[in-house]
């Protein structure tokens, strides 16, 4: 029987399609599950007529497999990973793959592709996006880890990825856990994206009264335009979901919203390398609230719920300015997340392609959309930018929209109608382009209780003062601020 090109372990609903993806593309796989029955169930079923290898050990997975070889986990990340590549190692030899799937927390990828590397071994830790339908027809994929393994991975990768104007949504994104890392940061976009529409949701169902029918058809309608997106569109599906009452479905959902990390894991990152990564961590939290379900149904009835009586105005004017919103806000979202992956970068030492990475996320990922055409416009012009709303397209587009920007959070506060993702992207938008801001005033208060001084605008950057604001205090300042 001829080899297989690759392995692949876990046979949950993105192993499996991964799999049948990889067969259509011509690539011969050979598969292993820990509960070994579902490797029978996956040939007779979804995998029947295929060339596909099924088997029962890790010793006939590796056996099955050409040299060298290549074994893809697609397994819950964390501990099940190392269990997994601690079996493998003993099996394989010197320039065999090791492949991790799944989202595993970079610096997990970091440590293994550095341990399997004494080894002999290569390592890749490679963030997937698109769902089920993504890992069936095309995923985005984003590797990171050992470069040599790349070119051995790199054909059936681009191959099974997703394609935009004929290029692969799959490039080597760079050393280490760089490839977990990008993928971390897609999904707190993702978290923000979310959120933004969610947002956008409740303004016009609470404040401007609108029908679920009405809700569809605005947000098929902005999918025509910049907001062209995956999620865009299937906020305009699920709204004329009804339930077998005729009621619209969504209404019957329960207001907790769930999380796997990655959000969070975004935040601490953003925290831990000084990035004000505002509205993901918004997001984030809202996620949180949201899961206070009996204690918000306790605190409802003892602080009162504000009633919400739709505005009589101009319904298309506000509907304009809750559009303007989401743009705009969505804007901020992706300039933080590039942020946050440029300071990364920068202090991992990684060479990231910021262009390069907005292409992989222009198909078949969760956060798919137009305008990430415009983000890789952006950095091809200037690899080196600061901040995408420095870029000439996207500063004029947030100036465009900010007057109804501000007209939908002016709303949202007024109806008492919670939008702290739109809040803090303005926020931000206005402090990031504040020449002065009020923390002269904080660091005075530092240095008065701490003595941890401060720097004058009348003095060259890097000369530190304290002074004794009591009179009685002493002289000796504390060691200088990090800004």
Not at 73 to 100: E, H, Y
Not at 167 to 172: K, L, N, V
Not at 197 to 202: G, H, K, L, M, R
Request: net charge negative; with cysteine.
């Amino acid at each position: 029987m001829p080899k297989a090109d690759i392995g692949l372990i876990g046979l949950a609903v993105m192993g499996q399609n991964l799999v049948l993806n990889m067969a259509d593309k011509g690539y011969r796989v050979a598969v292993f599950n820990r509960t070994t029955g579902k490797v029978d169930e996956f040939l007779e079923g979804p995998a029947q007529g295929t060339s596909i290898i099924g088997t029962h050990s890790l010793e006939e997975l590796i056996e099955a497999l050409e040299v060298p070889r290549k074994v893809m986990l697609m397994v819950k990340a964390g501990d099940v990973v190392d269990r997994f590549i601690d079996m493998l190692v003993p099996l394989m030899s010197p320039g065999d793959v090791i492949i991790d799937g799944g989202n595993s927390h970079y610096p997990d990828t970091s440590r293994r592709t550095a341990a399997l590397r004494e080894k002999g071994l290569r390592f890749i830790g490679t963030g997937i996006s698109g769902g089920e339908e993504g890992a069936r027809h095309g995923p985005s994929i984003m590797p990171g880890g050992d470069p040599e393994a790349w070119p051995l991975v790199k054909d059936i990768f681009q191959a099974i990825a997703a394609k935009v104007d004929g290029a692969p949504c799959c490039e080597w994104v760079g050393p280490d856990g760089a490839g977990h890392f990008v993928k971390m940061v897609h999904n707190g976009i993702e978290y923000g994206d979310m959120q933004l529409i969610c947002e956008a949701y409740a303004l016009m169902a609470s404040a401007l009264g609108l029908s679920h029918d009405e809700m569809h058809a605005t947000f098929a309608e902005w999918n025509k335009g910049v907001l062209d997106s995956y999620l865009i569109e299937i906020t305009a599906d699920i709204l004329a979901k009804k339930d077998e009452d005729g009621s619209p479905l969504v209404t019957k959902i329960l207001d907790t919203a769930g999380q796997k990390g990655t959000g969070k894991w975004t935040g601490i990152s953003a925290l831990d390398l000084g990035v004000p990564l505002t509205l993901i961590g918004e997001a984030v939290f809202a996620r949180v609230l949201s899961s206070l379900k009996d204690e918000r149904v306790r605190a409802a009835a003892r602080l009162g719920t504000r009633t919400h009586q739709p505005v009589q105005s101009d319904t298309k004017e506000l509907l304009d300015a809750i559009h303007d919103a989401l743009y705009a806000s969505k804007i901020i979202s992706y300039a933080q997340g590039f942020m946050l992956m440029r300071e990364a970068a920068r202090e991992q030492g990684w060479n990231l392609h910021y262009g390069e990475i907005a292409l992989m996320w222009r198909g078949g990922c969760i956060i798919r959309s137009a305008f990430l055409g415009n983000i890789k416009t952006a950095f091809d012009d200037n690899p080196q930018l600061e901040n995408l709303v420095l870029d000439d397209f996207f500063s004029k587009a947030l100036k465009d929209a900010e007057q109804g920007w501000r007209k939908a959070v002016v709303l949202s506060v007024e109806q008492g109608i919670p939008t702290p993702a739109f809040a803090s992207a303005l926020a931000y938008f206005d402090g990031y382009r504040s020449e002065r801001l009020p923390a002269n005033l904080l660091q005075a208060q530092r240095d008065y209780f701490g003595a941890h001084t401060y720097e004058r605008i009348d003095k060259p950057r890097g000369q530190f003062f304290h002074t004794d604001w009591t009179g009685h205090g002493g002289k000796v300042a504390s060691t200088t601020y990090e800004a």
